[in-house]
């Protein structure tokens, strides 16, 4: 199992970024998807998951403002986040797991990707 993060970077407050999880070595359509972040100081949290049956769903301080959609062709996990905040500046990380319900519990995840930086500055 490998997931691979990328589309992060620098970015002006309320501007736009897309980040992208690419996947492999599993049945994509049987796991649900986690997005967390984690800013400096801090520890990880979530932001959004989502899977083929439940759909999405995302933390307060995102809503309305960040999307996660899934692309089954390309095996890719996508995180939109629009109206960026210096808040939302954090390292970005995909994670998988194989259990087809919806969580924002970081243990429930068995597979992690390696995180992309997100810096917003105002």
């Known amino acids: 199992v490998q997931l691979v993060e990328s589309g992060g970077g620098l970015v002006q407050a309320g501007g736009s970024l897309r980040l992208s999880c690419t996947t492999s070595g599993f049945v994509f359509d049987d796991y649900t998807f986690g997005w967390f972040r984690q800013a400096p100081g801090k520890e990880r949290e979530a932001v959004g998951c989502i899977n083929s049956r439940e759909g999405t769903f995302y933390v307060d301080s995102v809503k309305g403002r960040f999307t996660i959609s899934s692309d089954i062709a390309t095996r890719t996990v996508h995180l939109q986040m629009n109206t960026l905040k210096r808040e939302d500046t954090a390292v970005y990380y995909c994670?998988?797991?194989?259990?087809?319900?919806?969580?924002?519990?970081?243990?429930?995840?068995?597979?992690w990707g390696q995180g992309t930086q997100v810096t917003v500055s105002s």
């Open positions: 994670a998988a797991t194989v259990r087809f319900s919806a969580s924002f519990r970081e243990d429930e995840y068995d597979h």
